[in-house]
């Protein structure tokens, strides 16, 4: 059974940071798309970051290029979205999603074959 657990959520200040990780589970790590969404209160779930199998391709949505980073250490099945410069509009429950069976993430969240329970962040102002 393939299990994915974020980590690394809380409580930050506008401009801190934080490094959210996602542990994989149960099937190869590396034969995996891996992507992190979002879902604010009352707002639709939203594609923040991707990264294809072996991390040569990495996207992201405008709203977060050049202040999130994500990468992935396939030898410890982990992924990680380095979150720097937080907003207040940032605040939201953080999913990791797996999408197998394809090199490339898409940023469309019913592609995505397993998912993560969440971690909460909140950026105060």
């Known amino acids: 059974q393939v299990q994915l657990v974020e980590s690394g959520g809380g409580l930050v200040q506008a401009g801190g940071s934080l490094r959210l990780s996602c542990a994989v589970s149960?099937?190869?790590?590396?034969?995996?798309?891996m992507g992190w969404f979002r879902q604010a209160p009352g707002k639709e779930r939203e594609f923040v970051a991707g990264i294809s199998r072996i991390g040569t391709s990495t996207y992201y949505v405008d709203s977060v290029k050049g202040r999130f980073t994500i990468s992935r250490d396939n030898a410890k099945n982990t992924v990680f979205l380095q979150m720097n410069s937080l907003k207040p509009e940032d605040t939201a429950v953080y999913s990791c999603?797996?999408?197998?069976?394809?090199?490339?993430?898409?940023?469309?969240?019913?592609?995505?074959?397993?998912w993560g329970q969440g971690t909460p962040v909140t950026v105060s102002s």
């Open positions: 999603a797996a999408e197998y069976g394809t090199s490339v993430p898409l940023p469309i969240w019913d592609t995505y074959d397993y």
């Open positions: 149960g099937r190869t790590l590396s034969s995996a798309a």
